[in-house]
């Protein structure tokens, strides 16, 4: 594909990164978006999201002419469909209705010859949903799923691979599955990506695709829910799981990984559930590390009601409303400013549901509380050491490697000295 027009869909953690590499490459993009603030932040060359690298890739775009935002899609040569994709619910259904959206919203501005590409991580199926939503609106143009190579729009399925704060690097050296629904579709996608990507762009199809990136993350969760616990189960027997790992990692063939608060983030969180949604007969392993983990939460609300309840007993003129907790970090990893599905949130949430005493929160990478946590107090690291019991959730840079409080402590990342 020789000087294309790309419009990316979405200019969120991974579509403004995505629209600022193709502008480094002197490539005209279109960024879309819903968000009116986002969009003009972006047109003056700033960003609305924390990633290293990225403030300085999207100015260099923006000032240079290869790189606009608007909330109305224009027309382009191939467009990269990044959307959020939530559950619908409590029951852990994939809602696809973002995905709708931006199909209906870039259908009346399709050509013949043009490349559609959802980025979007989805459950199996949903790029030849995708497909069928654009072929509804635009009866007039042929789509894979009925005409096959000859179709007038091309459809694949990318799903992105990168790692929250290394963003900007992963891009462009990480291999790229590239699912077409038919191999001229394929093709066309691996093209685009050629732009930029240096890493191997592995071609199959559209449902492999979907189900590599599920697959990837459930992998992770699977071994993050055996750690998670193997944690709960040495506490109850009295045993430093973090000297236990160390232990049992020394065996060639073990590699255990580190135990937290929970799993949280806009994929390892999700993506199992939508295996399970698929097929809720067959993944009995991948529903019960989602179980696990999505539980342990609740467990370290336990062990903070513990700790009050310490304090109190070696503070017998005090009551709840006395006891002061210091929650340290929210994001949902470390030295990122990314709260989505954090399971440090939840619990910092539900602590200041029950807690009569007032909640602190310690939160490097962020200027203000989202609303959802009105009620709690976002105070600098030095401001916290008022608090009665602490509470380590997320071990950013600023909290590593530091003297643990002396008051009552919960690490849950084994990031604090002594």
Known sequence: MTSPTISVIGLGYIGLPTAAMFASRKVKVIGVDVNVKAVETINRGEIHIVEPDLDIAVHAAVTEGFLHATTTPEPADAFLIAVPTPFRGDDHDPDLSYIEAAARAIAPVLQAGNLVVLESTSPVGATEQLAEWLAAARPDLSFPQAAGEASDIRVAHCPERVLPGKVMQELIHNDRVIGGMTPKC????????KIFVDGEC???????????KLTENSFRDVNIAFANELSMICDKLNIDVWELIALANRHPRVNILQPGPGVGGHCIAVDPWFIVSKTPDEAHLIRTAREVNDAKPHWVLDKIKEAIARHLDANPGQNEADVTVACYGLAFKPD???LRESPAVEIVKALSQTHLGQVLAVEPNIEALPVELNGIKLVRQNEAGIANVHVLLVDHREFRGRNKPSQCVIDCRNAWKN
């Not at 394929?186 to 990506?193: D, F, M």
């Not at 592995?202 to 590599?212: G, I, S």
């Open 336 to 338: 990122i400013d990314d």
């Open 202 to 212: 592995v071609v199959t199809n559209a449902r492999t695709a979907e189900m590599a």
């Open 186 to 193: 394929s093709a066309a996608a691996v093209a685009l990506y």
